[in-house]
């Protein structure tokens, strides 16, 4: 079946320095899966941070960015300088191509701790 | 903005019991989830909801589990009896269009 493999369980950084957290993933269908994003703040419910539905196209909210790579079959999560605000636990997730995003069928990955200190 | 409840945070129970978890959407949305998240594992699609009927259901949603919305209120997750595996937290979820926005989730502890 369709898996997504987040290779970080926690990361540390410096506030206003760079982040990438990784994620790549294995989709059993013939087309391209869409590609999501999810975060999980301090005492909140798990909310979508982006998603890219298109191979080759990246997906960018609040500084966030996320290239959809087939080749690598990787979703990256990047920002070039984070904040103390962005301390959350980040997921990773597909939905078979083609589903669309109503039918809410997301695999998802283990997540990764982000930590962000002064 | 707008959020998914689900109340209580934790549910106690003795194995063989039944359990009802409840999740109050948001008010528009048409589209009911649940999905279950094992300690230190992945969450896992459990079930969809529309129109008052199961859409699509995982190897996970055993038959001892149903779904219900009865007359547009919460969204439940009904097991029946309970089993020491169904220890988990349990995240509700809903949609209009586009992706789910989730609840906390409450966490089931079957004794």
């Known amino acids: 079946g369709d898996s997504v493999t987040q290779t970080e369980g926690q990361v540390t950084v410096s506030e206003s320095k760079s982040l990438i957290i990784n994620c790549t993933y294995s989709?059993?269908?013939?087309?391209?899966?869409?590609l999501f994003w999810y975060v999980r703040y301090p005492g909140e419910g798990l909310q979508l941070l982006l998603k890219?539905?298109?191979?080759?196209q990246k997906g960018s909210s609040r500084g966030f960015e996320a290239t959809y790579n087939k080749e690598t079959t990787s979703f990256h999560l990047q920002k070039a300088s984070v904040q103390e605000s962005d301390s959350a636990v980040y997921y990773c997730a597909l939905t078979p191509a083609n589903t669309g995003a109503n039918t809410g069928k997301l695999t998802f990955g283990h997540g990764t701790i982000l930590r962000v200190h002064p | 903005g707008p959020k998914v409840l689900q109340i209580p945070s934790h549910q106690i129970i003795d194995m063989g019991q039944m359990v009802t978890l409840n999740c109050d959407p948001v008010?528009?949305?048409?589209?009911f989830y649940w999905y279950k998240q094992i300690l230190g594992q992945q969450m896992e699609f459990l079930v969809n909801f529309y129109n008052g009927k199961v859409m699509e259901k995982s190897k996970l949603f055993k038959d001892q589990f149903s779904v219900e919305r009865p007359d547009g209120s919460y969204f439940t997750l009904k097991i029946q009896p309970t089993a020491l595996e169904d220890s988990a937290v349990y995240f509700c979820?809903?949609?209009?269009?586009?992706?789910?926005?989730f609840g906390e989730g409450t966490r089931l502890s079957v004794l």
């Open positions: 008010s528009n949305h048409l589209y």
């Open positions: 979820a809903s949609s209009l269009v586009g992706a789910p926005l």
């Open positions: 890219v539905i298109t191979a080759g």
């Open positions: 989709a059993t269908s013939i087309a391209y899966p869409n």
